[in-house]
């Protein structure tokens, strides 16, 4: 789940993403938004399992206006990504993580994806669901203290701006 450095320039989103993994209870979606709109460009996402597992899932060709060529493909297998599976409910690309691995982790692979596989570059739109948890993150008012005892109180991110 490692490769090269990332330019800074990617940082603010992967910040976003991590932020958003740590906060969000089900589900996160990175949509690109291109010349086609939002529907037919690339996306990575992840949905959080019961047993703290996520599984990560990058679009595949059935969900993409211009298909991944077959170089791309190859890229997301060697990166680790499965297969699409769709007789098995899994239609897109898919990577299960355990519950050791860090949100900043997690938005660095998703972010590594969208640059080195679907050519993904820093002057794409982004939007981010779900909305509500985005605009949190970027407002940086996350709603009620989680009533969690912390052993840095500042570290609760609910009670940024207290």
Do not use: C
Not at 100 to 111: H, K, N, Q, R
């Amino acid at each position: 789940m490692t490769g090269s450095p990332l330019e800074p320039i990617w940082d603010s989103l992967i910040r976003t993403i991590a932020a958003m993994v740590t906060l969000a209870p089900e589900y996160v979606v990175v949509q690109v938004h291109g010349d086609d709109g939002p529907d037919g460009g690339p996306y990575v996402q992840t949905l959080r399992e019961d047993d703290g597992y996520l599984t990560l899932e990058a679009a595949s060709n059935e969900f993409l206006d211009v298909p991944l060529s077959v170089e791309a493909s190859s890229v997301l297998v060697e990166m680790g990504w499965n297969s699409p599976e769709p007789d098995e409910g899994a239609p897109n690309y898919f990577y299960v993580i355990g519950p050791e691995s860090t949100p900043g982790e997690i938005a660095d692979f998703l972010v590594r994806t969208l640059r080195d596989v679907y050519k993904v570059s820093t002057s794409a739109a982004f939007e981010m669901a779900p909305l509500e948890l985005f605009i949190e993150v970027v407002d940086g008012e996350f709603g009620e203290p989680s009533g969690l005892t912390f052993v840095r109180g500042e570290s609760d991110p609910r009670k940024v701006g207290y």
